[in-house]
């Protein structure tokens, strides 16, 4: 099993920042891609970044210039820098990994609890 714990979450303002942390353990290989995932009240959930083992990454147009993906393989730990925060970034994120670098939810066999980000206007 691959165990996946967010952290990083909390309350900003508009225009503020966050940097959320996805940390992973049990039989996680460092060559699995990582998602971050997004889902708003009465909403889907959507994607919003991934990145592959070795850096190569995707965003969502919507975070596009806001917001980076990172990970730090050393430590089996993915993050997400998200800047200038808009009250619709509002959501539960979720971190995710898979051996498919993918945009698709559907692709993803591992999942976290996810981080409340709540963006005050």
């Known amino acids: 099993q691959v165990q996946l714990v967010e952290s990083g979450g909390g309350l900003v303002q508009a225009g503020g920042s966050l940097r959320l942390s996805c940390a992973a353990s049990?039989?996680?290989?460092?060559?699995?891609?990582m998602g971050w995932f997004r889902q708003p009240l009465g909403k889907e959930r959507e994607f919003v970044a991934a990145?592959?083992?070795?850096?190569?990454?995707t965003y969502a147009d919507f975070v596009k210039g806001r917001f980076t993906i990172s990970r730090l393989n050393a430590k089996n730990t993915v993050y997400l820098q998200m800047n200038s925060l808009k009250p619709e970034d509002a959501a539960i994120y979720y971190c995710?990994?898979?051996?498919?670098?993918?945009?698709?939810?559907?692709?993803?066999?591992?999942w976290g609890r996810g981080t409340q980000v709540t963006v005050s206007s």
């Open positions: 995710a990994a898979d051996n498919t670098f993918s945009a698709s939810a559907d692709e993803y066999d591992y």
């Open positions: 049990g039989h996680f290989l460092t060559t699995y891609a």
């Open positions: 990145i592959t083992w070795n850096g190569a990454n």
